[in-house]
């Protein structure tokens, strides 16, 4: 069963940046799509952006802006997720969560698709 664990959160101010890391333990191929998701005050759990581990093929939630970029290091079980020109409504708890993958590439699903999801990283971007 694969389990999944963020870090990199952080308190930043407008227009700063934070990369977030998630590593993945027991993963027994490269057939997983793995997403990451945010949790801000008073709104439901969102996806943003998911990736093929295999393939490296990203997926972007049509709400997204190009601030974000997630990326893999497959040496190192490890999705990343870029964040840039931070705004004080990205402030939430970032989460990230795996799927199995059927076909070599991933769209981004639902939360309710995910599994293995780590206890997520505070972001909070101040004004």
């Known amino acids: 069963q694969v389990r999944l664990m963020e870090s990199g959160g952080g308190s930043v101010n407008t227009g700063g940046s934070l990369q977030l890391s998630c590593v993945g333990f027991?993963?027994?191929?490269?057939?997983?799509?793995v997403g990451w998701f945010r949790e801000r005050p008073r709104k439901e759990r969102e996806g943003l952006a998911v990736?093929?581990?295999?393939?490296?093929?990203?997926t972007y939630a049509d709400s997204v802006e190009d601030r974000l970029t997630i990326s893999r290091d497959r040496s190192k079980s490890t999705v990343y997720l870029q964040m840039d020109s931070l705004k004080p409504d990205d402030t939430g708890v970032y989460y990230c969560?795996?799927?199995?993958?059927?076909?070599?590439?991933?769209?981004?699903?639902?939360?309710?698709?995910?599994?293995?999801w780590g206890q997520g990283t505070q972001v909070t971007v101040s004004s």
């Open positions: 027991g993963w027994t191929d490269d057939d997983y799509c």
């Open positions: 969560a795996a799927r199995h993958a059927l076909f070599p590439g991933c769209s981004m699903g639902y939360v309710g698709q995910y599994s293995g």
């Open positions: 990736i093929h581990m295999g393939v490296g093929k990203m």
